[in-house]
Nanobody, 114 residues
Framework: QVQLVESGGDLVQPGGSLRLSCTVS????????MGWYRQTPGKDRELVAT???????NYADSVKGRCTISRENAKNTVYLQMNSLKPEDTAVYFC????????WGQGTQVTVSS
């Protein structure tokens, strides 16, 4: 059974930082590329960042320069460091491995507001 548990979301002021974590079980984590996504009500889920099994990273233009995705294979965990947060970063954040089928966790809420 594949499980993904996201954590680290919080209410932060604009300009603040958060580090999201996602721990995965039930798959051989180290062989899969991983992605962080976010979703707001009424909108499609948006791909925020990806990291390949080899450590190559890619970012959406909306977060480039402000976010860093990383992984720790020994802990089956992928991270998303988010800096200089903006109100438009407010969303539920999910991680997902690039498997077939796709698997999702419950997400973690990030709210950026003063």
């Amino acid at each position: 059974q594949v499980q993904l548990v996201e954590s680290g979301g919080d209410l932060v002021q604009p300009g603040g930082s958060l580090r999201l974590s996602c721990t995965v079980s039930g798959i051989l984590f180290r062989v899969y590329d991983m992605g962080w996504y976010r979703q707001t009500p009424g909108k499609d889920r948006e791909l925020v960042a990806t990291i390949s099994r080899g450590g190559t990273t890619n970012y959406a233009d909306s977060v480039k320069g402000r976010c860093t995705i990383s992984r720790e294979n020994a802990k089956n965990t992928v991270y998303l460091q988010m800096n200089s947060l903006k109100p438009e970063d407010t969303a539920v954040y999910f991680c997902s491995p690039f498997t077939t089928p796709r698997y999702w966790g419950q997400g973690t809420q990030v709210t950026v507001s003063s």
